[in-house]
């Protein structure tokens, strides 16, 4: 079994999820519901999928996690982008999470990419 919690894409997913996280308790109480919700289950989804797909025997599991996870983080970077139009999020804090998204983007994609490569070698 892998163990998820070296990978540097799950410690990435997994940082920017806590950030989520502490950013929305300022959100206002009637989004609890709302985005709030909609945006923790989107971070959250990244290095979730991340670790059970660790937990997976083979490679072509693992890599559909991974790609679950990858399509988390395309949500999780819309409802940023909607919650910093909205004014909840100030522009500091819009630039450092679009910061967070991209390099979290960058990592999970080497490890897809490093992934595929292990398949199509066996």
């Avoid at 806590?18 to 289950?41: C, H």
């Avoid at 991209?102 to 070698?121: D, E, H, P």
């Amino acid at each position: 079994m892998r163990n998820y919690k070296t990978l540097s894409a799950w410690q990435k997913a997994d940082e920017l999820t806590f950030m989520i996280y502490q950013v929305t308790k300022s959100f206002p109480v009637e989004e609890t519901y709302g985005i709030i919700s909609q945006l923790r289950r989107s971070a959250y989804s990244v290095p979730s999928n991340i670790a059970e797909g660790c937990g997976r025997e083979s490679n072509v599991e693992y890599l559909r996690f991974l790609s679950i996870a990858r399509g988390s983080l395309s949500e999780t970077e819309y409802f940023l982008h909607l919650s910093n139009r909205l004014g909840y999020l100030s522009e500091s804090d819009n630039g450092r999470f679009t910061e967070m998204v991209n390099q979290t983007f960058a990592t999970l994609s080497g490890l897809i990419r490093a992934v595929k490569m292990s398949i199509q070698k066996t």
